[in-house]
């Protein structure tokens, strides 16, 4: 076994073994490109021919990337070595930093082209992380311990996923290319590109392994990438009945349902359907999700009775004499009010005292003379019927409790009659996670939760929203394929759009950081000029100096070096200098040289808010007659500063509305120290629900943490920072009722669970 000595508890470095992982990796990768790139023309070519208006577009493509061959091929190549170089050197470079670019950080927007090609190269980086974890694994380990460094990841392996995505992105940045053009050719990498380099990896860690690099990895069998999806598509259906998979509403309400139901046996369990009780989350097969649908329509029905009362027994009456709608009628007048819903069904999605379960099946019965049915004469299926009323009561949830307003709820309440298409064709939406139907309605209500359209990535995403929705109103008949294949075009739609968050993310605490040390500059410049000049007397040209060119400079100071940044001692010794000259000058000591030695720090001073050359001289100029003036004991002589340009310091964004506000009966610190500790121990990306005090639940998500004033960070589902707060401040707030854990069981469960609570207090357990 090779041995390679510590230094410092850290393996030594290898040299031998690293040059022969630099041979085996760097020509191979850009020998792939080189052949990938070779393939780039044709594929151009043939989507150009079907490319429509665009067609010039990828023709334009084919000639550029022809010209610029040799130079993207250079750049590709370029990057790798540039991030080995980094390993050899023994500093690791962050690809990350990289793909942000210099003078990227802070504040500034980021070019649409750009940020699109860095989703696209990190999409990229995802599936090839995603298909030989194992092994990039191991060759992150191997090539840290023959480096000599402590560690290597995805974001500083030189030859890992994420520093060959960021070639790519470099080896096309400087390329004339339109924004579809460059997006084709970042998915032919994806597509052309990983297999190989998965391959590769392969090669290099037995290599590695074979000369003795990191011996401490227990042999591994070679990595796979991802399954077939054939493969992956047989797993999820066998999924779907396993216990981990069980929605939560109905765990709890397979509980609540057999506690009941003993209970109204006097202790034992008679459960229902002529069966004992059962356990969803347990045993969560097809008899469980047939007890849960069959314990659904009990309640459906005993709240329907207790809701219509002394009517309930004229109904039933009557309904022998009227002619249940068959599935095929039923199909077809939901499906014309799909295509065009009535004026007043769209009212009773918007409006919150509308039922919207009445109001549909009132539409059903009326649409049915359409198709020659007499409406006197006929009645709903109660399978039909609880369809309608347990979808209905969903969406009643869903758009009273989450944040949809106006345009996204308008959009959410079209689903309404397509889910009851398929509530009726497929009752297992209700109680399978898995089911393509709910989790296109959470993905819809994620995107639209909070979107009131104020960005350019919010409008695109409602857009996006609009368009699927669209689709799903005008293409869905009675084959459920359509809701999987419109969940997995959106899902990579807003996989994209996720990535837009993080970078708003960022923005958000750099905003808040920049913002926090811009109060504390403010406040130690306060405090150095109020410990120098409070209750003193001082001439106006020196206050005015003190207070306002000084203060500025002083600030900016701080912000650039910190508290004990050089340039800050030099600023406080110049305003101590410049009240000595003030003292010894009321002294009146004539003929004195004064502001001698000030001189450069003035200038310095006065550039900083604009006073440059014969400006400063006159602003310096005023200070020294001023002086002299003093000493003289000539207040007349007595000169004030020039106009000062307009400056200020940078400025704060708007701050969000106050996160607490008490009430009389409570006070600040009223809260508990146990939740105040928990706020601090709190993991960055945990999420909580923030109560308005309409009700209006919000998620935040804990995005940053400040080192300074240790306050908390919370930005929405947009990535836009909402509240900012003190552990201390959210306490209060959790003993406000204003504040709790979120639980992320997507929109649809928490509807469904919504539902539950609304059903039951209708329903005697007696």
Not at 180 to 193: A, D, P, Q, T
Not at 408 to 425: Q, Y
Not at 625 to 654: F, G, K, N, Y
Not at 708 to 722: D, E, M, P, T
Request: a negative charge; charged letters at 25%.
């Amino acid at each position: 076994m090779m041995s390679n000595p510590h230094s410092a508890g850290l393996p030594g470095r290898n040299q031998s073994l690293l040059s022969m992982a630099r041979e085996a990796a760097l020509p191979s990768i850009s020998q792939a490109f080189d052949k990938v790139l070779g393939g780039f023309d044709d594929v151009l070519f043939d989507r150009a021919e079907t490319a429509g208006a665009s067609q010039l577009a990828f023709l334009d493509g084919m000639r550029e990337l022809r010209r610029r061959r040799e130079e993207i091929s250079r750049r590709f190549a370029a990057h790798l070595q540039q991030a080995w170089a980094a390993l050899d050197a023994g500093t690791p470079l962050s690809a990350e930093s990289v793909l942000a670019g210099p003078g990227e950080g802070g504040l500034s927007l980021v070019p649409e082209h750009v940020l699109e090609s860095r989703l696209a190269v990190r999409n990229f980086a995802t599936v090839l992380l995603r298909d030989w974890k194992q092994v990039l694994q191991r060759i992150d380990h191997r090539l840290a311990w023959i480096a000599g460094v402590p560690a290597l990841d995805a974001d500083t392996n030189p030859i890992g996923p994420e520093h060959i995505g960021v070639a790519v992105h470099e080896a096309f940045y400087t390329c004339d290319l339109a924004a579809e053009v460059r997006l084709v050719l970042f998915k032919l990498c994806e597509r052309e590109f990983a297999a190989g380099i998965g391959k590769l990896y392969e090669t290099v860690d037995e290599r590695l392994a074979q000369a003795g690099a990191a011996p401490d990895i227990a042999p591994q069998r070679r990595a796979q990438p991802q399954r077939p999806a054939a493969q992956a598509a047989a797993e999820a259906a066998a999924d779907e009945f396993d216990p981990g998979h069980a929605p939560m509403w109905a765990q709890r309400f397979s509980e609540r349902w057999s506690q009941r139901r003993s209970s109204m046996a006097g202790g034992g369990s008679d459960g229902f359907a002529g069966g004992a009780g059962f356990d969803a989350a347990a045993a969560y097969g097809g008899d469980s999700q047939n007890m849960v649908l069959e314990a659904l329509h009990e309640l459906l029905s005993q709240s329907r009775q207790q809701r219509e009362g002394g009517s309930a027994a004229a109904q039933s009456a009557g309904a022998g004499q009227h002619r249940a709608l068959n599935q095929r009628e039923m199909m077809s007048v939901l499906s014309l009010l799909q295509a065009t819903p009535t004026a007043t069904l769209r009212a009773a999605v918007g409006e919150d005292g509308e039922s919207l379960a009445q109001r549909l099946k009132s539409e059903v019965l009326s649409g049915a003379t359409r198709l020659g049915v007499d409406p006197a004469e006929a009645r709903l299926d109660p399978q039909d019927e609880d369809a309608i009323d347990l979808v209905s009561m969903l969406f009643d949830v869903m758009l009273d409790e989450r944040e949809l307003e106006g345009r996204s709820r308008e959009l959410i309440g079209r689903l309404v009659v397509p889910f009851v298409k398929v509530a009726m064709l497929d009752r297992r939406m209700f109680v399978q996670k898995t089911h393509p139907a709910r989790k296109l309605l959470n993905s819809l209500a994620e995107a639209c939760e909070g979107n009131a359209g104020e960005s350019q990535a919010e409008r695109a995403l409602m857009g996006k929203v609009e368009e699927i929705i669209e689709r799903l109103t005008a293409e869905f008949n009675e084959n459920l394929a359509i809701f999987l294949t419109l969940e997995e075009e959106f899902r990579e739609f807003l996989a994209q759009h996720r990535r837009r968050i993080e970078i708003a993310e960022r923005r958000a605490a750099e905003t808040q950081r920049g913002q926090e040390k811009l109060e504390v500059a403010r406040a130690r410049a306060a405090t150095e000029l109020d410990s120098r000049i409070s209750g003193v007397a001082l001439p106006k040209a020196i206050e005015d100096f003190l207070r306002q060119p000084w203060n500025h400079h002083l600030t900016l100071t701080l912000l650039r070096e910190g508290d004990e940044g050089e340039g800050v001692a030099e600023t406080l010794k110049l305003a101590d200098a410049l009240l000595e000259e003030v003292t010894e000058a009321r002294r009146h000591i004539v003929g004195k040289p004064w502001l001698q030695a000030c001189q450069p720090g003035l200038r310095k001073v006065f550039a900083s808010v604009g006073l440059h050359g014969d400006g400063g001289s006159t602003a310096i100029d005023a200070l020294h007659d001023t002086l002299q003036a003093i000493a003289e004991a000539r207040p007349e002589l007595e000169r004030a500063l020039p106009e000062l340009p307009q400056v200020a310091l940078p400025t704060p964004p708007p701050q969000e509305a106050p996160a607490i506000e008490f009430g009389s009966a409570t006070k600040a610190e009223d809260f508990d120290d146990a939740d105040a500790e928990r706020f601090r121990k709190m993991e960055i990306g945990t999420w909580l629900d923030f109560i308005d005090k309409e009700g209006k639940l919000q998620a935040g998500k804990l995005s940053w943490v400040s080192p300074i004033s240790s306050r908390l960070l919370f930005v929405n589902r947009r990535g836009i920072r909402f509240c900012v707060a003190s552990p201390e401040e959210l306490a209060v707030m959790v003993r406000l009722g204003r504040l709790r854990t979120h639980v992320d069981d997507g929109a649809f469960d928490s509807a469904m669970q919504g539902v539950l609570d609304r059903l039951e207090p209708q329903v005697s357990p007696v």
